[in-house]
Structure formats: structure tokens, C-alpha cells
T-cell receptor, first 109, second 114 residues
Framework: TQLLEQSPQFLSIQEGENLTVYCNSSSVFSSLQWYRQEPGEGPVLLVTVVTGGEVKKLKRLTFQFGDARKDSSLHITAAQPGDTGLYLC?????????FGGGTRLMVKP | EAQVTQNPRYLITVTGKKLTVTCSQNMNHEYMSWYRQDPGLGLRQIYY???????DKGDVPEGYKVSRKEKRNFPLILESPSPNQTSLYFC?????????????FGQGTRLTVV
């Protein structure tokens, strides 16, 4: 079993603050993905990073894949209440998609 | 509309009573999988299927069965449910392209075994 550990598990911040969520593993993945899950719904893909050292930006969200392809980070700039949700990282290796434990983010107005 | 449909959305059952959770996708995806989601543990893969009649165990397959007789359907079967199988279950499908694969999830089935 390839494990992905996310930190922190919970994060409560004020609107306008910046934050970073980490996803770490001892295993190498061919790619890393980030999903966001709203209550009562299934996860929805935000981004896939495939190259070691790759950085992708989606508006205020910045995703990075570690050089060794074992870890990733999600940075949110100037968080807004609409960013509230569960953020999950997932690694692809072989025929399996393995998820981390998730980071529950709450952004208070 | 492209979607993954799970039924039922909510289910309360008793220990030992066989149940099936259905999953259907209309995107002609080869790859389908089942996950369970528990607080702090994220999504753990139960079984996956690369194509019709091809299924493989995920990380937590004990107590579950699956079948893939048709491309669009991938039911999850609990032959003798136990309370430790109380969880939120998600079915997902994707057109498996390796590292660029995007998984599309159903809305989940909340199962309670008493």
C-alpha cells in the first residue's frame, strides 16, 4: 500500500489569509492530483501535476510537485469563504489511484 | 449529461443481511472503482476494474465483492455486512490514461450497519 499523508488535517483561517497544504509520501508517483470535495458530493478534480518540480496555477491556487515525485503542496493566496471544503491529494502509480487523508479547510468571513 | 450514478444514496441495514450498491456511468469509461471514506482516513480503494470481466483488489477489499459484467455497471456487494462497514462509499469511473487520468465520482452512498 502506498500511503499519502496530508497536513494539516484541519485548518480554520480568516478571509484574506494565505495557507499551504502538504501531501507527502515515501513512494514515487507517476503523477499527483488534487481534488476538492463539498459536503454531500463526490470529489472533483482540480489539477494534475505530472513532472517533478512542476508548478501549476489556477487563479489563487498554486500546486507544486516535488522534484522526487513523492510530495506535493497546495498554496491558496487570499483565501475566500468559497474555498471552504475538503481538499484531497491523490497519487497515481500503476493502475491505482491512492488518496491522502484530506485537509478540511474552513475560511471565515 | 456525463455522470456516475450510485444507488441508494442512504441505506440502513442489519448485520448479516446481504446488500448491493449499484453504480452506473454513461461516459463509456473502461476504469471503475469503489472507495470508502472514513473520517481522517481519506478515500480508501476497495476494488477496481480495468475493463469488463477484469477486477482487482484495492487496499481494503475484505468483506466486499464486485462484478463487471457490463462496461457501464460496477455493483458493490456486501454478502454479510458488519458494523465496521458503516461508511460513506463512492464509485468512480475514468478513461484510464495513466498519469493524466481524471476520476469522476458519484454522489456517494451512506451506509449504516446496525
Amino acid at each position: 500500500t502506498q500511503l499519502l499523508e496530508q497536513s494539516p488535517q484541519f485548518l480554520s483561517i480568516q478571509e484574506g489569509e494565505n495557507l499551504t497544504v502538504y501531501c507527502n509520501s515515501s513512494s514515487v508517483f507517476s503523477s499527483l492530483q488534487w481534488y476538492r470535495q463539498e459536503p454531500g458530493e463526490g470529489p472533483v478534480l482540480l489539477v494534475t501535476v505530472v513532472t517533478g518540480g512542476e508548478v501549476k496555477k489556477l487563479k489563487r491556487l498554486t500546486f507544486q510537485f516535488g522534484d522526487a515525485r513523492k510530495d506535493s503542496s497546495l498554496h491558496i493566496t487570499a483565501a475566500q469563504p468559497g474555498d471552504t471544503g475538503l481538499y484531497l491529494c491523490a497519487g497515481i502509480a500503476g493502475n491505482m489511484l491512492t488518496f491522502g487523508g484530506g485537509t478540511r479547510l474552513m475560511v471565515k468571513p | 449529461e456525463a455522470q456516475v450514478t450510485q444507488n441508494p444514496r442512504y441505506l440502513i441495514t442489519v448485520t448479516g443481511k446481504k446488500l448491493t450498491v449499484t453504480c452506473s456511468q454513461n461516459m463509456n469509461h473502461e476504469y471503475m472503482s469503489w472507495y470508502r471514506q472514513d473520517p481522517g482516513l481519506g478515500l480508501r480503494q476497495i476494488y477496481y476494474s480495468m475493463n469488463v470481466e477484469v477486477t482487482d483488489k484495492g487496499d481494503v477489499p475484505e468483506g466486499y465483492k464486485v462484478s463487471r459484467k457490463e462496461k457501464r455497471n460496477f455493483p458493490l456487494i456486501l454478502e454479510s455486512p458488519s458494523p465496521n462497514q458503516t461508511s460513506l462509499y463512492f464509485c468512480a469511473s475514468s478513461s484510464w490514461t495513466g498519469r493524466d487520468t481524471e476520476a469522476f465520482f458519484g454522489q456517494g452512498t451512506r451506509l449504516t450497519v446496525v
